[in-house]
């Protein structure tokens, strides 16, 4: 079963010349529609997140700030996020997605979420708009799960960095954040010594990959340096920004992906879940339509247990060694922290 949250933001909040345009909320629903998923598939319709929801992740002045910035008739607030009269409505219903999604998961103990709205939100900061995100939607989703006693594991397979959502859960031990994303490229955080603060230290998971990197080394990736941390987490939760502008057709980016690689990597992740009903996606990324349409349905296709694949996964591009690089940063960037700790009265040796 395929709940899918939305869709919101199909026809406010930015304009048909940006590339996070509204145009993405019909190529992912298209893509939805080729599962023809029948009986299958259940819509559910947003409501809006309220302030005390998204306070939890993100200041309050900042947030009344953003409302009255759209309310006035918005504007950019930097050379990439812009904001309309309508955005901060759009915004409420996209953040409001996913915590619906969460509700009706919890409800019928069973199937994936798919949270179909934008703007995306893993760029949002506490108190900053960045990146074509206003609110960052996973982590006002995650931390309503914390609240209730979760363990949250969030798995960003966007090819951006979610510098936001690391930020935000940075020190919290209830929640694992794991990123693989190209590197260098916008915003310029995710190095694989960034492993989180003193409270969640080791539970922040940086694997950045070059240009031309191909589904095989995310998928290892993710084997080799994240799966170690995320068992010894035992989350009791699963969340993806399911960005798909990893994707060879991007404009935005270089990475090589196909949507049969996302096929793979929903599969690998969705054995991360502990149970039925507790894996949802959010959508993040992806701007070239037709490799969205594709890609979401070869992902969500995957996790439903059919064959929808009009693209192979892809093997050979460079990164292999960034992956062993990043495991050894993690441990030298541990041991620092250790040392740090230790050398301010920290922490005491047994």
């Known amino acids: 079963m395929l709940i899918v949250s939305g869709p919101a933001g199909g026809g406010e909040h930015i304009g048909v010349d940006h590339p ?14 080729d599962l023809h998923l029948g ?3 259940h819509i559910l319709a947003p409501v809006a997140a309220d302030v005390a929801q998204m306070a939890r992740v993100h200041d309050l002045r900042y947030l ?7 309310h006035a008739g918005g504007g950019s607030l930097d050379p990439d996020t812009y904001a309309t009269p309508d955005s901060w409505s759009t915004a409420r219903l996209a953040a409001g997605a996913g915590l619906g999604a969460v509700d009706a998961l919890r409800e019928v103990d069973d199937g994936v979420a798919f949270v179909a709205a934008r703007p995306p939100g893993h760029h949002a900061l506490r108190d900053r708009a960045m990146g074509f995100c206003l609110l960052n939607n996973i982590a006002i989703t995650a931390a309503a799960l ?7 594991l969030i798995v960003d397979w966007d090819v951006h960095h979610g510098n936001g959502t690391q930020a935000i859960f940075w020190d919290d031990p209830n929640v694992l954040y794991v990123s693989t994303h190209q590197w260098p490229l916008f915003p310029g955080s995710g190095a694989a010594g960034e492993i989180g603060g003193a409270a969640g230290l080791g539970q922040t998971v940086n694997i950045p990959l070059p240009a031309k990197a191909t589904g095989d080394v995310v998928r290892r990736a993710i084997e080799e340096v994240a799966l170690p941390v995320i068992d010894d987490f035992e989350p009791t939760w699963v969340l993806v920004s399911a960005g798909f502008d990893a994707h060879r057709d991007d404009p935005l980016a270089d ?3 196909s949507s049969g690689d996302f096929a793979e990597l929903a599969r690998l992740v969705a054995g991360l ?16 339509l037709d ?3 594709m890609s979401v349905a070869t992902t969500l296709g995957a996790l439903l247990g059919g064959i929808y694949q009009p693209e192979d996964p892809t093997f050979g591009g460079p990164g292999m060694e960034l992956v062993d690089q990043a495991r050894e940063a993690r441990v030298v960037a541990h041991r620092r ?7 301010q009265g920290h922490v005491q040796w047994p």
């Open 146 to 152: 914390v609240a209730s006693n979760e363990r949250v």
């Open 64 to 70: 009344e700030e953003l409302e009255a910035f759209c």
């Open 273 to 288: 879940a502990p149970r039925p009903g507790r894996l949802a996606l959010f959508l993040e990324g992806g701007y070239d």
């Open 39 to 41: 009986t299958d598939l």
């Open 255 to 257: 990475l090589g992906l």
């Open 20 to 33: 996070e345009r509204p145009g993405r909320i019909g190529a992912v629903m298209a893509g939805v529609d």
């Open 337 to 343: 922290a250790l040392d740090r700790a230790l050398s």
């Open 291 to 293: 490799a969205l349409r």
